[in-house]
Nanobody
Framework: QVQLVESGGGLVQAGGSLRLSCAAS????????MGWYRQAPGKQRELVAT???????NYPDSVKGRFTISRDNAKNTVYLQMDSLKPEDTAVYYC???????????WGQGTQVTVSS
């Protein structure tokens, strides 16, 4: 089983950038699919980005062109580069490791991102 710890959140002005990191331990990181989700107060948790073990990525329209997910298997870390941030990006961002074949699913504790206008 993998354990996930997010970092890199903070306060940023609209139009600014942040890079989130998710450090994994406890298993073989390279075999997992990884994702970033976010949850704002009073809202459902929503997908931000995914990156498969093979490297393919997926983004919803809300962040496409602004956010980039990447992974460094040698460092057991997945990143979320967030550019052109908007106030509506304000949320707690969660890292996720998953397998569709085995239904494996593990979450980190989250990191707060606040975008001011």
């Amino acid at each position: 089983q993998v354990q996930l710890v997010e970092s890199g959140g903070g306060l940023v002005q609209a139009g600014g950038s942040l890079r989130l990191s998710c450090a994994a331990s406890g298993s073989i990181f390279s075999i997992y699919n990884m994702g970033w989700y976010r949850q704002a107060p009073g809202k459902q948790r929503e997908l931000v980005a995914t990156i498969r073990s093979g490297g393919s990525t997926n983004y919803p329209d809300s962040v496409k062109g602004r956010f980039t997910i990447s992974r460094d298997n040698a460092k057991n870390t997945v990143y979320l580069q967030m550019d052109s941030l908007k106030p509506e990006d304000t949320a707690v961002y969660y890292c996720n490791a998953y397998s569709l074949v085995t239904s494996y699913n593990v979450w980190g504790q989250g990191t707060q991102v606040t975008v001011s206008s």
